[in-house]
């Protein structure tokens, strides 16, 4: 396995280097800047750095107000309370005006581990992509996590970035380039294709490295931007291979799944499998336990590959 690092620290790190770029940029926490890592932010830049303490409602609609007056403002907090305290704010403050405010959460998904239920958010990719406008984006590792924040902040309009609590594997080398709204095809392949988002992508690598050795041929596109997604990307690979399994540390409905389904089944209608958190909240244990316990591992993803082609024959 390649180098951990933590997603949240690359974040707190480019926000630092933004900083120094651009003095128009400035940061918003909900009290809690040393797990986000904001607290590298506040250090350097103070005058430009708000703790709205545990009040995300007003923390969301103060980055507003700053966005509306030419600010660049990064909001930040654990994605259970953005979009879930403050989901009406986000919707009439930033959404409906089309505020060039940034919204990035940390803690994404039933990874938190012990924290446990009320810290998991398992639904906010889909209030978020509910509101029209929004730019989301789920990267896959650190080197994604940097260049996404920085395509935000040089981008107009809102942005929702979600990011996960424990340090990740590398998927890329320094040569990567992120491309907004556009899929990366981490291996080719032609029996099946396998779109993931965020942590697990590396998992839908290690399933078709596994899947090899059987004799199939796996397809595995990153589709870190979530929305707008990657239409073309989504068609070819169902033109192309004939089947397809998404894989996401979210809730079944309304998430990744749910969204190429809808276009595959309106221009290449393919069998799908979906890897994902069925309808039920999770319990507290470690990252690993909970992952294995619901059903988003690299086995899982074999086994969904292997019931999708089965499908297609």
Known sequence: MSQEVALRETYGQTL????????????LEADLSWSTMTHFF????????????????NMVSIAAGLASSGKIPFASTFAVF???RCFDQIRVSIAQPGL???????????????????HQSIEDLSLICSLPGFTVIV?????????AVRTAAASDGPFYIRLCRPKMPLVYNDDYRFNLG??????????????AIGTMVIAALEAA???????????VLN??????????????????????????????????GNTIARIAAKYQPVPMEFVAIKDTYAQSGSPAELLERYGLTAKDIEQAVHTVLKRRS
Do not use: W, Y
């Not at 990657?230 to 540390?249: F, P, S």
């Open 16 to 27: 630092v280097e933004l900083g120094r770029e651009n003095p128009d940029i400035v940061v």
């Open 42 to 57: 506040a250090r350097e830049f103070p005058n430009r750095f708000f703790d709205c303490g545990v009040a995300e409602q």
């Open 82 to 84: 953005a979009p879930g």
């Open 100 to 118: 060039n405010v940034k919204l990035v959460v940390t803690h994404g998904g039933i990874t938190v581990g012990e924290d446990g239920i009320s």
């Open 139 to 147: 990267p896959a590792d650190a080197i994604e996590v940097a260049q």
């Open 182 to 195: 556009k899929a990366v095809t981490m291996r080719q392949g032609k029996d099946v294709t396998i779109i």
């Open 209 to 219: 490295n596994n899947l090899e050795q059987e004799g199939l041929d796996c397809r």
């Open 223 to 256: 589709m870190s931007t979530l929305k707008p997604i990657d239409e073309t990307a989504i068609i070819k690979a169902a033109a192309g291979t004939g089947a397809i399994v998404t894989a996401e540390e979210h809730l079944e409905h309304g998430g990744l």
